[in-house]
């Protein structure tokens, strides 16, 4: 049973940092590809990161946030710099199998509210 | 890419067929993925690559390609149906959704 548990979020002023976690748990974490998709209150979904099962290749929509993984701990993270409001979301991680079904988010944890506010 | 998607809401009655568009600002081949949205709660993958059922997905549920423009299908609206509709390309990244649809009843 895939099970992904975010973790991390809160209040945070802008222009802070934040780190999120994802631990991944009921499937072989090495095999997937990880993404981070957030969704703004109201709002629709918006892809933010992704990281390669090994690590090897990362992709972003913005140049303030990292994303990073240990294998060991099957967690995958995303580093938050320089955060405004426009970031207050909830943030969900998701998993996809690597190779040519990357794209396919077939796995999602149940996300973590990031509220960045003064 | 861009993704739009039409409309952004609709009304219907169980029983209804439901079609939702989505298209995309330039090809993306069959790398489109349509998830399902409940209040709450985390989207749920209900096809991927344009047209190929997840499992345990109802046969309801379906999705075909025309070039850039892909449609999703609900044959008769079930009362677990009404949620809001995402798709995405997988084609290019970064991978964009589109805005959704709300499907009310």
């Known amino acids: 049973q895939v099970h992904l548990v975010e973790s991390g979020g809160g209040v945070v002023q802008p222009g802070k940092s934040l780190r999120l976690s994802c631990e991944a748990s009921?499937?072989?974490?090495?095999?997937?590809?990880m993404h981070w998709v957030r969704q703004a209150p109201g709002r629709g979904l918006e892809w933010v990161a992704a990281?390669?099962?090994?690590?090897s290749n990362k992709y972003y929509l913005d140049g303030r946030f990292t994303i990073s993984r240990d294998n060991s701990k099957k967690t995958v993270y995303l580093q938050m710099n320089s955060l405004s409001v426009d970031d207050t979301a909830v943030y969900y991680c998701?998993?996809?199998?690597?190779?040519?079904?990357?794209?396919?988010?077939?796995?999602w944890g149940q996300g973590t509210l990031v509220a960045v506010s003064s | 890419i861009q993704v739009t998607q039409s409309p952004s809401s609709l009304s219907a009655s169980i029983g209804d067929r439901v079609t939702i568009s989505c298209r995309t600002s330039?090809?993306?081949?069959?790398?489109l993925n349509w998830y399902q949205q409940k209040p709450g709660v985390a989207p749920k993958l209900l096809i991927s690559?344009?047209?190929s059922l997840r499992n345990g997905v109802p046969p309801r549920f379906s999705g075909s390609r025309s070039g850039t423009d892909f449609t999703l299908t609900i044959s008769s609206l079930h009362p677990e149906d009404f949620a809001t509709y995402f798709c995405?390309?997988?084609?290019?990244?970064?991978?964009?959704f589109g805005p959704g649809t709300r499907v009310d009843i």
């Open positions: 009921g499937f072989n974490f090495n095999a997937y590809d």
């Open positions: 990281i390669w099962h090994d690590g």
């Open positions: 330039q090809s993306v081949g069959d790398y």
């Open positions: 995405q390309q997988g084609h290019l990244a970064p991978f964009t």
């Open positions: 690559s344009a047209s």
């Open positions: 998701a998993g996809s199998l690597h190779g040519s079904t990357w794209y396919i988010l077939d796995s």
